[in-house]
Nanobody, 127 residues
Framework: VQLVESGGGSVQAGGSLRLSCRAS????????MAWFRQAPGKEREGVGA??????????RYGDSVKGRFTISQDSARNTVYLHMTNLSPVDTVMYYC????????????????????WGHGTQVTVS
């Protein structure tokens, strides 16, 4: 299982970016796919996740990004995206894609402990 993030970079406050996470070695739509971010010296924060339960898809977002960030998925490309809008300097951190085959709930999706596979991260800088 491999996850490769791309799309990070520098943007001015108020701008937008789209991060991509391409998965290989498994079918992304069958796993919980999530985005986390981490500032130096701090724990990884759950940005958002997309998972299925009983054939129903759920998408969840952290409070700090709700209304500004959106997760989408392209099954044909086995890729998950994080669309980020209205960015501010507080969003300047490293962003990581994560995946896990186990069931997730509203209480667990944002906990990095429950994810087995991680990408190497992509840096977002907002000035």
């Amino acid at each position: 299982v491999q996850l490769v993030e791309s799309g990070g970079g520098s943007v001015q406050a108020g701008g937008s970016l789209r991060l991509s996470c391409r998965a290989s070695g498994y079918t992304a739509s069958t796993y919980c796919m999530a985005w986390f971010r981490q500032a130096p010296g701090k724990e990884r924060e759950g940005v958002g996740a997309r998972y299925s339960e009983d054939r129903i898809s759920f998408t969840r977002y952290g409070d700090s990004v709700k209304g500004r960030f959106t997760i989408s998925q392209d099954s044909a490309r086995n890729t998950v995206y994080l669309h980020m809008t209205n960015l501010s300097p507080v969003d300047t951190v490293m962003y990581y894609c994560a995946a896990d085959p186990r069931r997730k709930t509203d209480d667990s999706w944002h906990d990095a402990f429950w994810y087995m596979f991680w990408g190497h991260g992509t840096q977002v800088t907002v000035s």
